[in-house]
Nanobody
């Protein structure tokens, strides 16, 4: 059974840090690229960070240098360390696969609110 469970969100002041966690189940996730997506208020969901099964990472320009994505293949988990948070980082964060192979469902996400 496929499952995606995000956690770690909350309220933080600008300049602060937060670490998001995603627990997934399903071999298809463990062998393919995974990513963190953000749905900001009034905007479409966007991919902000991704990581391959080999550990290669990529980031959208707005978070590069501030966010770090990692994965623990043994525990079927993906993490997003977010530093120097800005109000523009506010949104609901989801983890999911990256690519056309991705199954067509999403977890509940975790809400991040950055106050100015």
């Amino acid at each position: 059974q496929l499952q995606l469970v995000e956690s770690g969100g909350g309220l933080v002041q600008a300049g602060g840090s937060m670490r998001l966690s995603c627990r997934f189940s399903g071999k298809i996730y463990s062998i393919n690229p995974m990513g963190w997506f953000r749905r900001a208020p009034g905007k479409q969901r966007e991919l902000v960070a991704s990581i391959t099964s080999e550990g290669d990472t990529n980031y959208v320009d707005s978070v590069r240098g501030r966010f770090t994505i990692s994965r623990d293949s043994a525990k079927n988990m993906v993490f997003l360390q977010m530093n120097s948070l800005e109000p523009e980082d506010t949104g609901v964060y989801y983890c999911n696969g990256v690519g056309t192979w991705r199954p067509g469902f999403w977890g509940d996400g975790t809400q991040v609110i950055v106050s100015s």
